[in-house]
C-alpha cells in the first residue's frame, strides 16, 4: 500500500464529518470511493490530499505514519489531487497551462520549445487525444481537461491520484474518455483514489471499492467479491431504495 | 484515437488561427487607416508625415504596453495618466528650485513612481478591491498633489526652465534627443517606445513572468493553486505600469522643458483604449504588447492625420470611439471563440 487511513476521523465543531474510515491504495490499483452526498467523500479525500488533518486514527503513506501539513506536503510525497473545479485557465494554451507554476527554463527564459515538446510527448503517452497543444484550454471538452490535468499530474511524479469526482459533469461518452486514462494511469504504475457517485463507472476501472454513508464506511470490497447490482444497492442504501420504490408505486 | 489522421484538424483552418492572434485586429485596423489618411494626403505617406505621426504614437505606445501587460493580468490602473505628469513635476521641480542634478532629480521621479506602484499593486493584492477603485483613488490623489504642490512652490500651475539645470544636453539627448534618418529627423523617443514594446513581447511570450502574468489575469485562483506567485506578479505589473509612466513623464518633461501642473490627465484612458484596440480583453488574461503598441500607431495617426487633412480635431474623439467599440466587438469574437466548449 502507497496510502493507508486506519480508523480515520474527522470533526468540524460538533459535527461527525467522518468517522472510523479504513481504506488503501497500492501502485497499479484503482480505489473508489464511492457515496452519496453528504457521505464523507469530499472530506475523505481533503484529509488524503493534506487540506485538512485526521484527529482520529491514523494515515499511513509507505507504511510511515504521517500528518500533512498541507496540499504542497501531499504533493511533496507524490500525492496528487485533480479537483473538479480544475486549475486551468480557459484562455492560455494547453503547453501553457500544462507547465504553469512549475515552467522548464532555459537560462532566464522559459524553455518554450521544450514546454510544448514535452506536453505533446506526456499527453501522447497517455493516449491523450489532443490536436493540437497550441489551442487555448477552454475549446477542449470536458472530458479533455480533465485528462490534461491528469497526464500533467503523472508528468510531475505523483505516485497516487486522487480524482475528485472527475465524471460527474461529463456525458456518457466523455466519462468513458476519461475513465480510459485512469486505466492508462493505473498502468502505468500508479496508485488511483477515485471518487464518484456513480457504481456504472467506479465498477469497469475500479479494484477495491469503498462505501461511504453518513460519515462512515458501509465497507470495503474486492471486485471479486461484489457486483455492480451489489454496489448500487449498498450505495444508496437498499432499503432506502425499496422504500422509494414503493412510495412511487401507483396506487 | 491516434493523432495524426485526426478528421477534426480540418475545421481548425489557418483563418481560425491567425483569428486567436489578439493582433490581428489592430493589424487590420492599422492597414486601414493607413491607407485612408495616404491616399487623400502626400505628406502622409511622406518620412516626415511618418515621422510626425509617430512621435505621439511613441509617447503613448510605452504607456500603452505597460497598461496592457497590467490589463493581462487583470488589472487597471487609472492613476497612470496623472503618474507621467507627477514623474515630469519632480524632475522638473527638484532641478529647477532645488538645484538638483538633471539625473538625480530623475531619479527622484523614479523613486516616487515606483512608490505609487507599490502602493497601488500591495493595496489592490491585500485588499482584494477592484483596482478600478484603488487606482482611481490615487488618481484623485495625484491630480491633487501635483497640482497643490506646484502652487505652492511656484505660485503658478506650472514649473519650467529646465533648459537651464545642470546636466540637462546629457539627458535631454537620451530621452528628447533626435536622430537622422535618410534626411529626416526623428523623435528618439521611437527607439525607446520599440525597446518597451521587444522586451514587453518577450517577457509576455518567453519567460515564466509572462506565463504568470496570463494565468494571474485569467483565473487567479487557479493559478494561485498550482504555485504561481500571483500578488508579486501583479505588484510587478502595477510598478512596470509606473517606471512606463516616469519614462514618458521624463521624455515629455526634457523636451518642453517644463511641465503643467494637470498634464497627463484624462490620458489613462487613452492607454487603456489602445490596448483593447490591439487585443486585449477588460476582463484580463489575454492580449498583446504588440497589439498594444500598434494600437497607439493608429492614435498616432488618427491623430495627425486629421490635422494633414485640414479637419477639424474634434473628429479625433469621433474616431477614438469609433475604434474602441469596433475593437471591443472584436476582442468579444474572439474570448467566444477561445471559451468555446466543444463536445
Known sequence: MILETRGIGKTFGSVLALRDVSMGVAAGQVTCVLGDNGAGKSTLIKILSGVHQHDAGSYLVDGQEVRLSSPRDALDRGIATVYQDLAMIPLMSVWRNFFLGSEPRKGLAFDVAKARRVAREELRAMGIDIRDVDQPVGTLSGGERQSVAIARAVHFGARVLILDEPTSALGVKQAGVVLRYIARARDRGLGVVFITHNPHHAYPVGDRFLLLNRGTSVGEYAKADITTQELTALMAGGAELEELAHELERE | ?343
Not at chain 2, 487557479?222 to 517606471?243: E, N, Q, W
Not at chain 2, 477588460?282 to 500598434?294: D, R
Open chain 2, 1 to 343: 484515437m491516434t493523432m495524426t489522421a485526426d478528421e477534426r484538424v480540418a475545421d481548425v483552418g489557418m483563418a481560425r488561427r491567425l483569428l486567436i492572434r489578439p493582433e490581428l485586429g489592430a493589424v487590420v485596423g492599422l492597414v486601414v487607416v493607413f491607407v485612408f489618411f495616404s491616399a487623400q494626403s502626400p505628406v502622409f505617406r511622406s518620412p516626415a508625415g511618418i515621422a510626425n505621426w509617430l512621435d505621439p504614437a511613441a509617447t503613448l505606445g510605452i504607456m500603452a504596453v505597460a497598461v496592457a501587460l497590467l490589463m493581462i493580468g487583470g488589472e487597471f490602473d487609472l492613476s497612470a495618466g496623472v503618474l507621467t505628469g507627477t514623474s515630469g513635476l519632480i524632475l522638473v521641480t527638484l532641478a529647477t528650485r532645488f538645484g538638483f542634478n538633471v539625473w538625480l532629480a530623475m531619479l527622484a521621479g523614479l523613486v516616487v513612481a515606483l512608490a505609487v506602484g507599490l502602493a497601488n499593486g500591495l493595496i489592490v493584492t491585500r485588499t482584494r478591491l477592484p483596482s478600478f477603485i484603488v487606482t482611481l483613488g490615487t488618481f484623485l490623489m495625484l491630480q491633487g498633489v501635483n497640482l497643490g504642490v506646484t502652487k505652492a512652490i511656484t505660485g503658478t500651475v506650472q514649473v519650467s526652465g529646465l533648459r537651464r539645470a545642470e546636466g540637462f544636453e546629457g539627458a535631454s539627448a537620451v530621452l528628447a534627443g533626435t536622430i537622422e534618418i535618410g534626411g529626416t529627423s526623428f523623435r528618439i523617443a521611437i527607439l525607446w517606445w520599440i525597446l518597451v514594446t521587444a522586451v514587453a513581447t518577450w517577457v509576455l511570450m518567453r519567460s515564466r513572468a509572462g506565463n504568470w502574468i496570463f494565468a494571474v489575469g485569467g483565473n487567479e485562483q487557479a493559478a494561485r493553486a498550482v504555485g504561481v506567485p500571483a500578488a508579486r506578479t501583479k505588484i510587478a505589473l502595477f510598478m512596470t505600469t509606473a517606471f512606463a509612466a516616469w519614462l514618458v513623464g521624463s521624455i515629455l518633461a526634457l523636451r518642453y522643458t517644463s511641465v503643467q501642473a494637470n498634464i497627463g490627465i484624462g490620458q489613462e484612458f487613452i492607454y487603456i483604449i489602445a490596448a483593447v484596440i490591439g487585443g486585449c480583453l477588460l476582463t484580463g488574461g489575454y492580449g498583446s504588447a504588440i497589439g498594444a503598441a500598434i494600437g497607439a500607431v493608429i492614435f498616432g495617426m488618427a491623430d495627425k492625420g486629421i490635422v494633414f487633412l485640414g479637419w477639424d480635431a474634434d473628429w479625433f474623439k469621433f474616431f477614438l470611439g469609433g475604434m474602441l467599440l469596433l475593437a471591443t466587438l472584436a476582442n468579444r469574437l474572439v474570448r467566444r471563440y477561445a471559451e468555446e466548449v466543444k463536445h
